[in-house]
Structure formats: C-alpha cells, structure tokens
Nanobody, 118 residues
C-alpha cells in the first residue's frame, strides 16, 4: 500500500522560507506525477505545484517565482521550497502522487500545517 509522508511544515514570519518534503513508502514504484496542494480554512483545496517524472513543472500563479518544486525519482520523494512566504500562504499542505498506467490513481498524504505570521 502506498503511503505519502510529509514533513517540514511549521510557523514562519512573513518573508521567511520553509521547505517541505514528501516521501513515498514504496520502492521500485514509479509515479507519473507528484505535487502539492493546499487548503486554507474555509476554502477549497487548491493546486500549488506539480512535477512529472520527466521534470516538467506547473505552478499556481499565486506562487510562481516564490516556490520551487523538485523531486528525486530514485527516492520517490518530492520537495517544495517556499520563499518569500505571505500570510495568505497559510494552509494545510498536502502531498499527492499519481500513476496513470491501468487507470489514473491518486494518492494523498496526511497534510502538514504551514502558518505564516504577519
């Protein structure tokens, strides 16, 4: 069974940086895409960034230029470097991983809290 385990959340002041990581519990398993979503209180979950196995990235407009997603395919780990954080970045951040062979299947982590104080 695939499990995604996030780490790295916390409290930071506006303008600061945080780095998130997410490791999949399986070896010799290839995800076609991995990424991060976030959900703030009272809001819907939204895309933050995704990265394919080939390294193609996609970012929400609100984080472009501030956040960087990367992955280590050998370790089935995805990272999110967050710089110039703003209070509106406060949310629970969820790691996700997708496989498409045999049908699309998405896996989710348990979430990690990121709080940016003003």
């Amino acid at each position: 069974q695939v499990q995604l385990v996030e780490s790295g959340g916390g409290l930071v002041q506006a303008g600061g940086s945080l780095s998130l990581s997410c490791a999949a519990s399986v070896r010799f398993f290839s995800f076609d895409a991995m990424g991060w979503y976030r959900q703030a209180p009272g809001k819907q979950r939204e895309l933050v960034a995704t990265i394919t196995s080939g390294g193609s990235t996609n970012y929400a407009d609100s984080v472009k230029g501030r956040f960087t997603i990367s992955r280590d395919n050998a370790k089935n780990t995805v990272y999110l470097q967050m710089n110039s954080l703003k209070p509106e970045d406060t949310a629970v951040y969820y790691c996700t991983a997708r496989t498409v062979r045999g049908g699309i299947r998405d896996y989710w982590g348990q979430g990690t809290q990121v709080t940016v104080s003003s």
